[in-house]
């Protein structure tokens, strides 16, 4: 079930000439990685010990959508990453901005009265990419520093319309707006708030548009969504409307497990936020930059947000950067009302952002968007769909464009799930790895979200090395 753990010290002479070629530089046996690794490396969120007694698999370079480990395994990428290789691996063009850049101007900062070409060049594109009404951006490093922006922005608006009281903050359970304290609050994950005593004030919580798992009786999909839209209303009038600065979501949960909100969701959670004079903001993280097939995943939803939170996509992950994007009535009172004190030291990193430049060069300019929302988009989830509606274990396959959610169920048709989904999950994900694919698990929901250069033959590669996982999960548990 498991790649070797200790790989014969031949393992690389197996691996094909180009790879070896390429890794020569650092090439060390698989095992010697391991241990090297297990002895001085704490990854993010692992049970170090148990990972250390399997030791972790070592990519060691990668190309279009595929990756290539250690032992020379080519695996096909359903992931991108971490959600965020919109332009897929390899590409030149982002190599050479971040090499030109770095020999020009590798780094200066954007606080003191200075600024630099890369960073109005973004800024400008940006502005250009997004909906009409952004025009103004803030930089940082990261989603989760995004979500922090977000926070101080949207307490520095309040103040600047006079409605300090203006400070609660509602977010939704099962969100993830990142891993800093404020986005660790911010976020709706149990097992993350468990072990962070110190929380960020002023940040509530009601619960997700997640139907499938959490409607009762014969409500419908719409009845669902405008119910849990409507859990905002009370929570605003319970707080107080004078209180509430602010809601927070993204577009679809994407860590939490790909869950598309049923179509009534954002504009009954839009309305909401307008009645009450209270900010939307937008998280979108792993919505942005053409996942859905359009540049923001609140074009495909229909809602204007008052922030965006963006990162993973804007730099394709080749280098980190996350930035907010301001829609014009909130920068305005940023801007006419003094100084607003938040920044980072690499707040629009020069090589950042030209890699940022031309990274969204290549979404726009290849079409790369455009052929998400047209082409590979729809023939993925027409894939999915026809290759799962009737599997003895897939409940409901959620998604559009490039990203999916499918998830597992004892009973798909009476809406069961797995007393222990997160079991079955882990189980089907290890059957991925094993075959191959990179398919990640949440609890028992199964997700896919590619590099947006897929092909239409890559998709089938990912669709049957899905199916063949899923099956042999159903196999195993007796249900196929
Ligand atoms: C990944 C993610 C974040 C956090 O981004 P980091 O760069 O990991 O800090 C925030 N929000 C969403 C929706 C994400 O998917």
Redesign the pocket.
């Known amino acids: 079930m498991s790649y070797r753990i200790d790989a014969p010290a031949s393992a690389l002479q197996e691996t094909p000439t180009t790879l070896r070629a390429q890794s020569s530089r650092t090439a060390r046996s698989t095992s010697e990685y391991r241990a090297l690794d297990a002895a001085h490396h704490i990854h993010p969120f692992s049970d170090m010990g148990s990972l250390n007694k399997t030791g972790s698999r070592v990519i060691v370079k990668a190309k279009g959508v595929y990756l290539w480990d250690s032992e020379g395994n080519q695996i096909i990428d359903g992931m991108a990453g971490l959600?965020c290789v919109n332009v897929g691996y390899g590409r030149k063009e982002l190599a050479d901005a971040a090499y030109e850049q770095m020999l020009e101007l590798p780094f200066y900062n954007t606080f003191f009265k200075t600024t630099h070409p890369p960073v109005i060049e973004l800024s400008a594109l940006l502005a250009q990419l997004s909906p009409e009404p952004f025009n103004h951006f803030f930089y940082c490093n990261?989603?989760?520093e995004g979500?922090d922006t977000v926070l101080r922005i949207v307490h520095q608006y309040w103040l600047t319309q006079g409605k300090p009281s203006k400070k609660v903050v509602i977010s939704r359970r099962n969100a993830?707006?990142?891993?800093t304290i404020a986005?660790g609050t911010l976020g709706g994950m149990g097992y993350m708030h468990e072990q962070m005593p110190s929380k960020v004030e002023n940040i509530v919580h009601i619960d997700q548009p997640y139907f499938y798992g959490e409607a009762q009786g014969n409500m419908t999909p719409e009845e669902f969504g405008l119910a849990r839209a409507q859990q905002l209303e009370a929570k605003i009038l319970e707080v107080g409307a004078e209180n509430v600065a602010a809601f927070i979501g993204?577009p679809f949960q994407?860590?939490g497990g790909v869950i598309f909100p049923p179509s009534t969701y954002w504009p009954e959670i839009q309305r909401i936020c307008r009645k009450y004079d209270i900010l939307l903001c937008a998280?979108e993280?792993?919505g942005g930059f053409g996942r859905t097939g359009e540049w923001f995943a609140h074009q495909h939803f229909g809602f204007e947000p008052d922030l965006i939170?963006m990162?993973?996509g804007l730099t394709s992950g080749y280098v980190p950067m996350?930035a907010v994007g301001i829609h014009d009535r909130v920068a305005k009172a940023l801007i006419e009302n003094g100084e607003f004190n938040h920044g980072l030291t690499y707040s629009g990193h020069p090589v950042a952002a030209a890699v940022a430049v031309a990274n969204l060069k290549l979404l726009r300019d290849e079409g790369i968007v455009t052929r998400v929302k047209n082409d590979t988009g729809p023939y993925f989830q027409q894939r999915l769909r026809e290759t799962f509606a009737s599997h003895p274990i897939i409940g409901e396959i959620s998604g559009a464009g490039l990203v999916a959610g499918l998830q597992l169920a004892e009973d798909p048709q009476a809406r069961k799930r797995f007393a222990n989904g997160g079991d079955v999950g882990t189980l089907c994900r290890d059957f991925c790895f094993n075959g191959n694919l990179i398919m990640r698990a949440t609890g028992d929901r199964m997700l896919l979200s590619p590099p947006l250069v897929v092909t239409r033959g890559e998709i089938d590669e990912i669709v049957s090395k899905a199916k063949k996982a899923i099956d042999a999960t159903a196999q195993q548990l007796g249900l196929s």
Request: aromatic share 10%; no cysteine.
């Open positions: 959600w990261s989603g989760s979500n993830y707006h990142g891993s986005g993204e994407g860590a998280d993280v792993i939170t990162a993973k996350g």
